[in-house]
């Protein structure tokens, strides 16, 4: 049985699907307004991976940068 609160109707695979989504997202370049959610904790799922995948963009880009240079 899957926890789910039925007064907001989101559950925990949702918040996960929404995440890797918002991941996704930033990975291809998505605005952040193009959210495609309603309701707070899904929306701050989806912004949650939208965030993480552009934190992760930078580390690359930095790592890359550093790459350049010795090189």
């Known amino acids: 049985m899957m ?36 309701g707070d904790v899904v929306m701050a799922a989806w912004e949650a991976g939208w965030e993480d ?3 992760s963009i930078k580390d690359i880009d930095a790592s890359n940068g550093v790459v350049a240079r010795i090189a």
Request: net charge positive; charged share 30%.
């Open 3 to 38: 926890a789910r609160d039925i007064k907001l109707g989101w559950d925990v695979e949702a918040l996960n699907k929404a995440y890797r989504q918002g991941y996704m997202a930033a990975s291809m370049h998505m605005a952040r307004e193009r959210c495609p959610y309603r």
């Open 53 to 55: 995948s552009v934190e």
